[in-house]
């Protein structure tokens, strides 16, 4: 299902939500599993259908973005990143051309960015939220069947999901509590594909959350870089 992530801020509730993007609130319900209206700031839901909102008119220089052309996206970790220790990062001017290709795939907060030594990002939420597909493809690799805490199961990983979007870039989706997926499906953007858990290793503080990878060609890249 097409649409879009949106960053609750202060005053909004799912109804006045709904009508800036005009959809239905309860399609927004339904989809981010929520039964209230109220919200809370900082929180991020998706919403069905929603086109982003346009605040201004991206400016490209050597074809790439250098300023933002829609709002309705979670705030963005740092982009800059070290490159020490011999680790393959990508270059900082690796962005997607035009529209960013995934949609932020969960409810919750970053809890930790992308840094050497973890080359994607932790997005918390003690509710166990839905985990959604960042963006249509096909699953490559699905691990189930890891316990809670399970470390080592699923490579660490726990249960988790890899889908390959085409044009070398792939997502993975680790740490889950369930999959509900498997090798070969074909699956659509912002289609749930399982529920954030802290299966596999899973330390101390960091609790429930879901581990997101973005990979171009094999290379970890910035997630943000590409919400």
Not at 37 to 55: C, F, R
Not at 111 to 140: E, F, L, N
Not at 162 to 188: A, E, F, P, R, W
Request: proline letters at 5%; charged letters at 15%.
């Amino acid at each position: 299902m097409d649409g879009v992530t949106h960053t609750v801020k202060k005053g909004e509730n799912v109804d006045l939500i709904a009508k800036q993007y005009g959809v239905q609130a309860d399609t927004i319900k339904r989809q981010n599993g929520l039964v209230a209206s109220t919200l809370n700031i900082g929180q991020n839901i998706y919403v069905p259908g929603g086109k982003p909102l346009v605040i201004d008119q991206p400016s490209v220089s050597a074809g790439y973005r250098t300023t933002p052309a829609r709002v309705g996206t979670p705030s963005r970790i740092n982009n800059v990143v070290a490159s020490s220790g011999g680790a393959i990062l990508p270059n900082s001017n690796d962005v997607p051309i035009g529209d960013k290709p995934f949609i932020y795939p969960t409810r919750g907060r970053i809890t930790q960015a992308y840094h050497k030594g973890h080359y994607a990002i932790d997005i918390a939420d003690s509710s166990m939220p839905p985990i959604w597909a960042a963006g249509s493809g096909t699953v490559i690799k699905a691990v189930s069947g890891c316990a809670t805490v399970s470390h080592g199961c699923g490579g660490g990983y726990g249960n988790h999901i890899i889908i390959d979007h085409g044009n070398g870039l792939q997502t993975l989706y680790g740490h889950m509590t369930y999959i509900s997926l498997k090798n070969g499906d074909s699956v659509s953007r912002g289609q749930v594909i399982g529920k954030m858990g802290r299966t596999g290793n899973v330390r101390g503080r960091t609790g429930i959350h879901l581990h997101w990878e973005v990979r171009k060609n094999g290379v970890k890249q910035v997630p943000s870089k590409y919400y």
